[in-house]
């Protein structure tokens, strides 16, 4: 192990003792400082040392001909003094080297995300499609608050809808909550935390008439579908879900309770629907298949249908109803009940909602409904006046 007062001129000609694989030459003046020469001849400075305890570890500080001599012992003695201090350079640089890229975070989040989420596929797609682009390549640890600000501006600039940018603006959220669950190096705070995030109106007001509602369900009795002319009915007479009704399956349809328990809702928990006399008639008229437990499938199948969305296109056009959607008739059959007088609570349990506001979202009063409130208070007043 010589000992020698290493210096540039030193350094510049130093050579591997005869014999070995490399020589070690440690600096007289600062404590571990070293130059390890190699029979191949390459050549790298090092600060060896013990951590706190009592383990002798090793720091390489540069390749010689990567750092200038001067510069190489200013960072040998600022590396001794954090060890004088109780620091470890080796395991600092380890951390740094166990810095994972967003797209090694992602994947992390990805799986444990597989684990519990029935929608992990739409998770995914969002991930791979909107964040991986821009931030895979990155190490966590350079993903900056104002980077990631600048970047929702952007996307936002892209014209995607207000749901599409805040539910990219929460998987990246989500994606550094769990690193900091998972005290992951180089993730010491949410770099999404704190940016402002505009409020999102999903509320349509498209109102279902009575008149449409009848156009939609006989444009439904003509589709190519066969099972077209109990799915929509139904979806209007329960306030169900799509997914919902795909997956019904006969043992949980009670016909003489009237009730239907819908075992996996979006909320997670069960519930349980009652059943109009017009869903019970429909469902007496459904067709049952032998050995299938769903009460709507595919006949061909005998599975839950995947899509029915080209059926519902047509009958919808048919029926001269551009632009409804499926979940518009989830809104209707709310409407239908409150314009009928029945109030929100029970709407709400009807429906599966949690928070007061979402029926409220979902039961509009419609413009017949306010009429009828707006004559009724006119009637009071002028009773009133009379007296």
Sequence with gaps: MPKVRL?????????????????????????????????????AYYLRFQDAHGDQRQHRI???????????????????????????PAEKKAERKAVPTYAELAQKHLDYAKTYQRSYDTTEMYVRRHILPR??????????????????AEKA??????????????????????????????????????????????????????????????????????QMKFLIPLLLYTGARLSELLQAQWKDIDLEKRQWLIPVT????ARRAALSQAAIDILSAVPRFDKCPYVVPNPKTKKPFVSIKHAWQTARDDAKLPGLRLHD?????????????????????????????STLRYAKTTHDTLLAAVDAGAKNMHASSQL
């Design 329 to 357: 008739l989830r809104h209707a059959s709310a409407t239908f009940l409150a314009a009928s007088g029945v109030d929100l609570l029970t709407i709400g349990r009807q429906l599966g909602h949690r928070d007061y506001k």
């Design 157 to 226: 600039e892209e014209r995607l809808a207000p749901a599409t940018l805040e539910k990219i603006r929460i998987l990246l959220n989500r994606s550094f909550e769990l690193a900091l669950r998972w005290n992951t190096p180089g993730v010491l705070r949410n770099p999404v935390k704190g940016i402002p995030r505009k409020p999102i109106n999903n509320a349509r007001d498209r109102y279902l008439t009575a008149a449409e509602a009848k156009r939609l369900l006989g444009a439904c009795a003509q589709s190519a579908n066969p």
């Design 7 to 43: 210096d540039h001129a030193f350094c510049l000609t130093a050579q591997c003792e005869p014999g070995k694989k490399k020589t070690d030459y440690y600096d007289t003046a600062i404590t571990g400082f070293l130059l390890e020469v190699r029979a191949s001849g390459n050549r």
């Design 62 to 88: 540069a390749g010689y001909g990567d750092l200038t001599f001067d510069k190489a012992r200013k960072e040998a003695q600022r590396l001794r003094s954090e060890v004088v201090l109780g620091g470890n």
């Design 266 to 269: 979006k909320n997670g928990s």
């Design 135 to 152: 931030w895979g390549k990155t190490y966590v640890s350079e993903i900056a608050q104002p980077d990631v600000a600048k970047w929702l």
